[in-house]
C-alpha cells in the first residue's frame, strides 16, 4: 500500500489510522481529507510524506475539488492502492442518537446520510480514474456493527443505524459493479470496534461493560485486516478482528 487517501483524517480512529500507515511503510503517500486541516494534531500534520486537502461531506461539490487537487499530489495516472474512508457523524449539539421515534428529525436523518453513507459514494465516484491500475485496490468504509440489519435488537439510533445501512449496502452494489471495471479490488465494510473518540464519548458509561480500544489500537486492528485483504474479500462486512459480520 503505497498510495493512500483517507477521508476524515482529523477524527481518533482517522488521524490513528494515518499515523499507522505512515509508519508501516518508509514509501507510502497519504492524502488525508478533512474539514480543517488545523483539528488534524501535531507530529501528524507536519508529517512529510502527509498532504491534506480540504474536504466536507456535506458540499456535494467538494469530491470534484478533492480530485482536482489530488492530481497536484498522485496523479490519476500513478492511481491510488487504498481508499479509507473513516469519516462519520453520530452526534453534533442538537444532534443526538434518537431513543423513540418522536426524536427523528429531518435534518439530522439527511445530516447522517450524507456524512456517513452519501460522502463516501461521491467520493468513490470522483477517484473512479485512480482505481484504473493493475494491482490491488482496497476500498475500505469504517461502518458499524449497528448499521447491521439483521444484528439489530435494541432499536433506536434511527439516523445513524440507516445511514451506516446505507454505507453497507453502497459497499455491496459498489463490489458488483467495481470488478467489472477496475479489477482487482476489494471494497469491503469494517467495523472497528468500539473505541475510545469524540464520536463514542457521550456513551462512555454504557460502553464501561465494553471492551473499549484506544484509536491507536482500532488503528492496529484495522490494519491486520485491511493489509490481508484481496480480490477475495470483494463485498464483505468483516470486524476489527477479522470475523465476518452479518449485513
Ligand atoms: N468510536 C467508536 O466506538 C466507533 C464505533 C463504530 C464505528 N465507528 C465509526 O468510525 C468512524 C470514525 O469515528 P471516530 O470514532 O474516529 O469519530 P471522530 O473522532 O468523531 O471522527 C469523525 C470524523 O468524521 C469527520 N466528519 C464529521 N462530519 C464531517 C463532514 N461534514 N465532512 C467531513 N468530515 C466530517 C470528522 O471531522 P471533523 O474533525 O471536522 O469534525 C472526523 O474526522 C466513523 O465512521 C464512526 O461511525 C466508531
Redo the contacts with the bound molecule.
Keep these: 500500500m503505497k498510495h493512500i487517501l483517507l ?8 488521524g490513528a489510522l494515518a499515523q499507522a500507515l505512515l509508519a508501516r511503510d518508509e514509501e507510502s503517500i497519504v492524502v488525508g ?4 486541516a488545523a ?1 488534524v494534531p501535531e507530529p501528524l500534520r507536519s508529517h512529510s510524506r502527509l498532504t491534506l486537502l480540504a ?4 458540499d456535494d461539490q467538494s469530491p470534484d475539488a478533492v480530485a482536482r487537487a489530488l492530481e497536484k499530489t498522485i496523479p490519476a495516472s500513478k492511481g491510488i492502492d487504498t481508499f479509507i ?6 452526534h ?1 449539539g442538537p444532534m443526538f442518537p434518537e431513543k423513540r421515534l418522536e426524536e427523528l428529525e429531518a435534518k439530522n436523518m439527511a445530516r447522517a446520510f ?3 453513507a452519501t ?1 463516501f459514494a461521491l467520493l468513490v465516484q470522483a477517484l473512479l480514474p485512480w482505481f484504473r491500475h493493475r494491482d490491488l485496490k482496497r476500498v475500505v468504509a ?5 448499521g447491521s440489519i439483521e444484528d439489530n435488537r435494541l432499536g433506536g439510533w434511527y439516523a ?1 443505524r440507516s445511514s ?1 445501512a446505507a454505507l453497507n449496502m453502497l459497499i455491496r452494489t459498489l463490489s458488483v459493479e467495481l470488478p467489472r471495471r477496475c479489477k482487482p479490488i476489494a471494497c469491503v465494510s469494517l ?10 464519548d457521550p456513551f462512555s458509561q454504557s460502553l464501561a461493560q465494553l471492551q ?1 480500544h484506544s ?1 491507536a489500537e482500532t488503528a492496529e486492528n484495522l490494519m491486520s485486516v485491511i493489509e490481508g485483504l484481496s480480490a477475495e474479500d470483494n463485498g464483505r462486512f468483516l470486524s476489527w478482528d477479522g470475523s465476518a459480520l452479518p449485513w
Design positions: 477521508a476524515g483524517v482529523s477524527g481518533a480512529i482517522g481529507l478533512c474539514r480543517d483539528k474536504w466536507d461531506a456535506e474512508y473513516a469519516a462519520g457523524l453520530l453534533d450524507a456524512v456517513n460522502g469504517i461502518s458499524a456493527k449497528v445513524y451506516k467495523h472497528p470496534g468500539t473505541t475510545d473518540s469524540a464520536l463514542s473499549v484509536p
